[in-house]
């Protein structure tokens, strides 16, 4: 069956330094693989789309990273703040884009 | 705000009760999901809608009857419910089949579920 793992549940890091989020994928070769934010008690947010044929994606302080051969995405974000304290989570997805499989996520802390 | 809402945003029900989840989006979207989020396991996909048909059911119990009248709105009929059914059930829309990066999914605040 299909299996979406995110390395750790959970990442501490200082404020400023890089922080490097990994999701590794089995059974499956998504078209897409999403990245969402979640803080708690409120529904994800969208952050960064990467298809199957792209490297690597940025927004902002935001990169993807999508690598179909290892089956794996990393998704960092530089000199981090504070306010990027939250759960992140991973989902690849099919070619139309509408079966989603979440990750449990990886809940990042930025302590000042 | 994502332009997607959800009602009630708390409920508590008995497990012989009958209640309804409500989403309505306004984002003119035409696929609609239902996802169940219980601690510490990841978002589960429930049911997705496409243009008012159901699409996908992922092998979720007839106690959970989803409802789409129209492109805009979902409900989650729920009846005789158990106690592990209690979570926080969120709704989202995309638009899928559009080019770019439109295959992103808005979601509603969750509706908090506890099944007593």
């Known amino acids: 069956s299909q299996k979406i793992e995110q390395n750790s549940e959970a990442l501490n890091i200082q404020e400023g330094k890089t922080a490097t989020l990994t999701c590794n994928y089995t059974?499956?070769?998504?078209?897409?693989l999403q990245w969402y934010r979640q803080d708690p008690g409120r529904g994800p947010v969208f952050l960064l789309l990467?298809?199957?044929?792209?490297k690597e994606k940025r927004k902002e302080r935001l990169k993807v990273t999508f690598d179909t051969t290892l089956k794996q995405s990393l998704f960092h974000i530089t000199a981090s703040q504070p306010a990027d304290s939250a759960t992140y989570l991973c989902a690849p997805s099919n070619q139309a884009g509408t079966a989603l499989i979440f990750g449990k996520g990886t809940t990042l802390s930025v302590s000042s | 705000e994502t332009g997607v809402t959800q009602t009630p945003r708390h409920l508590v029900m008995g497990m012989t009760n009958k209640k309804s989840l409500k989403c309505e989006q306004h984002l003119g979207h035409n696929a609609m999901y239902w996802y169940k989020q219980s601690a510490k396991k990841p978002l589960e996909l429930m049911f997705v809608y496409n243009f008012k048909e159901q699409t996908e059911n992922n092998s979720v119990p007839s106690r959970f009857s989803p409802e789409c009248p129209n492109s805009s709105h979902l409900f989650l009929h729920l009846h005789t419910l158990q106690p592990e059914d209690s979570a926080l059930y969120l709704c989202?829309?995309?638009?899928?089949?559009?080019?770019?990066?439109?295959?992103?999914?808005?979601f509603g605040p969750g509706t908090r579920l506890t099944v007593t």
């Open positions: 990467i298809r199957e044929n792209e």
């Open positions: 059974n499956y070769s998504p078209a897409y």
């Open positions: 989202a829309s995309s638009q899928p089949g559009a080019s770019g990066s439109s295959y992103e999914q808005y």
